[in-house]
């Protein structure tokens, strides 16, 4: 099988109902659109300066869970640009009946993900564990082969995660991502850790959801595969979940 219909597959398979009404029961959803603002971004902003407007929706299910996000990225000086990613995972334990939870772990996961941009698509297929680290809201690592459109296949490793605290009366969230990709004929490998430090001032407008505000910081080696492309920006972040 292709990893594009492996992607397809299971895409395909985390739409089908399950067998049971209470099997393919929404625990939860989320929209949310974050505005940032940075100086220092590389190759796609030639003067460094780009503002970003990004739309998320994630969920959670009997049957696994899914992260969709949209990004409009508008360098200063340049062309607009569009890029996203959908991901699916389907839950293991649920496809087989049977709980895999285990000590830290708590499912395996089958996981997809769809990267589009305004000139490719890449297709990302492989396993997906949910892990239960404490004080962490959520802390995710997938493991990923990549078919990618316009350079050599590679390896991917994603870590996402989610961690609340409090000082006082005021709620914060750190969270974020690392990517990492092995090296190929065509790119050198690469890594992306992007935290966000968040403050939750809807709390104190009487918003029921988040409104946030805060930073996110780039630490990329190599951006896009490219050798010594390196790129450390602190963006300017506001972030409304409704």
Do not use: C
């Given at each position: 099988?292709?990893?594009?219909?492996?992607?397809?597959?299971?895409?395909?398979?985390c739409?089908?109902?399950?067998?049971?009404?209470?099997?393919?029961?929404?625990?939860?959803?989320?929209?949310?659109?974050?505005?940032l603002?940075?100086?220092?971004?590389?190759?796609?902003?030639?003067?460094?300066?780009?503002?970003?407007?990004?739309?998320?929706h994630?969920?959670?299910h009997?049957?696994?869970?899914?992260?969709l996000?949209?990004?409009?990225?508008?360098?200063?000086?340049?062309?607009?640009e569009?890029?996203?990613?959908?991901?699916?995972?389907?839950?293991l334990?649920?496809?087989?009946g049977?709980?895999?939870?285990?000590?830290?772990?708590?499912?395996?996961?089958?996981?997809?993900?769809?990267?589009?941009?305004?000139?490719?698509?890449?297709?990302?297929?492989?396993?997906?564990?949910?892990?239960?680290?404490p004080?962490?809201?959520?802390?995710?690592?997938?493991?990923?082969?990549?078919?990618?459109?316009?350079?050599?296949n590679?390896?991917?490793?994603?870590?996402?995660?989610?961690?609340?605290?409090?000082?006082g009366t005021?709620?914060?969230?750190?969270?974020?991502?690392l990517?990492?990709?092995?090296a190929?004929?065509?790119?050198?490998?690469?890594?992306?850790?992007?935290p966000?430090?968040?403050?939750?001032?809807g709390?104190?407008?009487?918003?029921?959801?988040?409104?946030?505000?805060?930073?996110?910081?780039?630490?990329?080696?190599?951006?896009?595969?490219?050798?010594?492309k390196?790129?450390?920006?602190?963006?300017?972040?506001?972030?409304?979940?409704?």
């Open positions: 099988m292709t990893s594009k219909k492996a992607v397809s597959v299971l895409v395909a398979a739409s089908l109902p399950l067998a049971t009404p209470a099997a393919a029961e929404l625990y939860w959803s989320d929209f949310s659109l974050s505005y603002h940075g100086t220092e971004y590389e190759v796609i902003a030639p003067n460094g300066k780009m503002d970003t407007v990004t739309f998320e994630a969920s959670g009997s049957w696994g869970d899914t992260f996000f949209v990004d409009r990225l508008m360098p200063d000086n340049a062309d607009s569009t890029y996203g990613e959908f991901s699916p995972r389907l839950s334990s649920s496809l087989s049977h709980s895999l939870s285990l000590g830290p772990l708590k499912d395996v996961l089958l996981s997809g993900t769809w990267e589009f941009g305004e000139s490719f698509d890449n297709y990302l297929y492989g396993l997906g564990f949910a892990l239960n680290v004080g962490f809201q959520y802390f995710n690592l997938n493991l990923y082969r990549a078919n990618n459109d316009l350079w050599d590679d390896d991917q490793l994603t870590l996402t995660w989610g961690f609340p605290f409090s000082l005021a709620d914060f969230l750190i969270d974020g991502f990517d990492w990709s092995s190929s004929n065509s790119n050198a490998s690469e890594m992306n850790f992007t966000q430090l968040k403050w939750n001032a709390k104190h407008l009487g918003f029921q959801k988040p409104l946030y505000a805060g930073i996110e910081y780039s630490y990329w080696n190599n951006k896009f595969g490219i050798q010594d390196v790129e450390r920006n602190a963006s300017l972040l506001l972030k409304w979940h409704f």
